[in-house]
């Protein structure tokens, strides 16, 4: 299928089939939101289920003081919650 063609979500889940990447380099890639790359993402998870690929998640970790056990690992928190700090990394996402 021609890239153009395929929809956003099918262009995300063909990205992250050959590299990891963060919410916010798909919402440069594909010209969306960090929010809307998130909300893609977790609908192609969900859409994976019936496969025997699955969406790989490293989770946000505080650049400060190295915490990553984050309630949710697929969002962007904008602050850790141990130090406060707001140099948080993002989520990164790959299908294997």
Do not use: W, Y
């Not at 262009?11 to 890639?29: D, G, K, M």
Request: hydrophobic fraction near 35%; include cysteine.
């Amino acid at each position: 299928m021609r890239e153009a063609d395929q929809t956003t979500r099918e262009r995300i889940a063909a990205h992250l089939r050959e590299t990891a990447a963060s919410p916010s380099a798909l919402a440069v890639e594909f010209d969306v939101t960090a929010g809307a790359a998130i909300d893609h993402v977790r609908h192609v998870a969900e859409s994976l289920s019936a496969s025997d690929e699955q969406l790989l998640v490293a989770p946000p970790e505080c650049r400060d003081c190295g915490f990553s056990d984050f309630d949710d690992p697929a969002n962007r928190p904008s602050r850790c919650p141990e130090c406060k700090s707001e140099s948080v990394e993002d989520p990164e996402f790959r299908i294997a």
